[in-house]
């Protein structure tokens, strides 16, 4: 596996495997690497012939009061888990690469789709992320780029500006890769404290009751999100926001959609974790 650090390197790379008729495949990483971003390369392997993975911690996606500074650099551990995932190449710039004029002024936006779920809290993330993928695309011009589905807001917005902007690119949603207690694997996971992390796997247990109570009837969507949010924080997490959303605007859903994601954000201890179910109903059931 190659370890390439400039645009231009990557450039070159990528045009000589376009020469020998090769399809590429991409999955951009802020490093720490866990089984969930290895199981998108997986992902990646199977549609393409040689997988780019990018390291690259964007500054303009954390908040003034987030974790960038803390958040974990690992990249030689980053390297040995992607070479023996069969990851042909890893992208590795520093700032300077990506931001090469300094203070960034060219934005790319996604409006209403940033506004919703996370991006409510955090204003300014969402513009961050598609600005550097967009980036990413321009540097790697990659056939197909696999995005998890446990961001379900990020993989929307993604896939928005693809189909906005005519990007040759392929955006393929991989199934969220979890614990066998059912907790996502996140990189920020490894801040929980031991008894964080026996209760943490309770994020996706009542994201799971509200799927089966909206299949069971329940349209006062709400009356669920307070429940569940209450729920929540009875066992200790700090809830930024339980939502029941149309899936495809992620404005709060009524009683007339039929497919649903219910979507949390909720700090436990130190880390921010986030999670999601869909739910779609038949015309009938509404």
């Known amino acids: 596996m190659e370890l390439l650090h400039t645009v231009a390197e990557v450039r070159e790379r990528v045009r000589q495997w376009r020469q020998a008729g090769k399809r590429v495949g991409f999955v951009p990483t802020m490093g720490n690497l866990h089984h969930g971003h290895l199981s998108l390369v997986r992902e990646a392997r199977r549609h393409s012939d040689e997988v780019v993975v990018s390291i690259f911690v964007n500054p303009t996606q954390f908040g003034p009061n987030e974790d960038f500074d803390a958040y974990p650099r690992t990249l030689d551990a980053d390297c040995a888990q992607l070479r023996d995932a069969g990851v042909a190449m890893a992208f590795a710039p520093p700032v300077e690469e990506i931001y090469p004029l300094g203070a960034n002024q060219t934005w790319v936006d996604v409006d209403a789709l940033g506004d919703y779920l996370c991006g409510a809290d955090r204003p300014g993330h969402f513009r961050g992320v598609t600005t550097v993928v967009s980036k990413l695309f321009n540097i790697v011009q990659p056939d197909l780029a696999v995005f998890g589905e446990k961001d379900f807001q990020q993989l929307a917005v993604i896939r928005r500006m693809v ?6 690119v392929r955006v393929i949603g991989a199934a969220t890769d979890r614990e066998p207690d059912g907790l996502a694997r996140s990189s920020r996971n490894g801040f929980l404290t031991a008894e964080e992390r026996t209760r943490a796997p309770l994020l996706q247990q009542h994201l799971q009751e509200a799927r089966r109570a909206i299949e069971a009837g329940e349209r006062d969507y709400r009356a669920l999100e307070q429940r569940l949010a209450a729920s929540l924080a009875g066992h200790g997490f700090d809830v930024d926001y339980v939502t029941v959303a149309n ?8 009683p007339g959609d039929h497919s649903l994601v219910v979507a949390a954000a909720a700090r436990l201890g130190r880390p921010r974790l986030i999670d999601n179910v869909t739910v779609k109903l038949a015309e009938t059931a509404l």
């Open 163 to 168: 189909a906005e902007l005519l990007m040759p």
């Open 247 to 254: 899936a495809d605007s992620l404005a709060p859903a009524g």
